[in-house]
């Protein structure tokens, strides 16, 4: 007779339940580590943004709303967020970025609860910035840094490479900055790729919330 059939049926029923916990566990927890380590997955199976390792905390540099009331970046616990940064204003090409954005999160179908779409406008070197109009992209946290803050936001987020292009950042809903995608090199099917990957890997850390908006 094999060991488990000699195991008391309470010791096989709890037996029973890590196998179970197991096999549910291992699918996510595997697809996390592949696509934070790309290199082990074969040619051809890569995710196509630029990892930021180590990942940042957002939570250091201290921003606030368009109405001069601050941010609390604990709205965003939970949530996988998108973030477009501009300087002044938002021109044509940040405009579009965000339409990218706001159309890659609707893909997502019921996932789009567990994303959040944010803008950070920077004032000008003369110190000068311009509130955009946002029209259709309700929704969108227009967001300002608090006096001070301007140089923290240009050392988490590497603006300067980015003269003729406007980048994705992503910030994880642990509140880290862990990736960026370049547009316009990266495709919107491709950041949606990517994302719904890392929506199904983080299903059981990451519960979403009520975003308040369809």
């Known amino acids: 007779m094999n060991s488990l059939a000699q195991q008391p049926p309470a010791s096989r029923n709890l037996t029973s339940l890590w196998i179970l916990v197991a096999i549910t566990a291992l699918p996510l927890i595997a697809a996390w580590l592949f696509f934070l380590n790309p290199q082990w997955l074969p040619s051809g199976r890569t995710h196509h943004g630029v990892l930021i390792d180590p990942p940042r905390a957002v939570a250091s540099i201290d921003l606030k709303t368009i ?5 609390d970046w604990l709205t965003l616990e939970g949530m996988w967020t998108l973030l477009v940064i501009s300087e002044r204003s938002c021109d044509a090409a940040c405009l579009e970025t965000l339409i990218k954005v706001r159309q890659i999160r609707k893909a997502t ?6 994303i959040a779409r944010g803008l950070i406008i920077l004032p000008g070197s003369d110190g000068t910035l311009q509130t955009p109009s946002l029209d259709g992209l309700d929704g969108t946290h227009l967001l300002i840094p608090e006096d001070g803050q301007q140089s923290a936001v240009r050392t988490l987020f590497p603006l300067a490479e980015f003269e003729d292009s406007v980048p994705i950042f992503v910030i994880d809903p642990r509140g880290d900055l862990m990736m960026r995608y370049d547009t316009p090199q990266v495709t919107s099917k491709q950041i949606l790729k990517d994302l719904e ?4 890997a983080s299903q059981t850390w990451s519960q979403g919330g009520q975003y308040g908006h369809q």
């Open 197 to 200: 990957r890392l929506l199904k």
């Open 109 to 114: 179908a019921a996932n789009r609860q567990r």
């Open 67 to 71: 109405d001069q009331s601050s941010f």
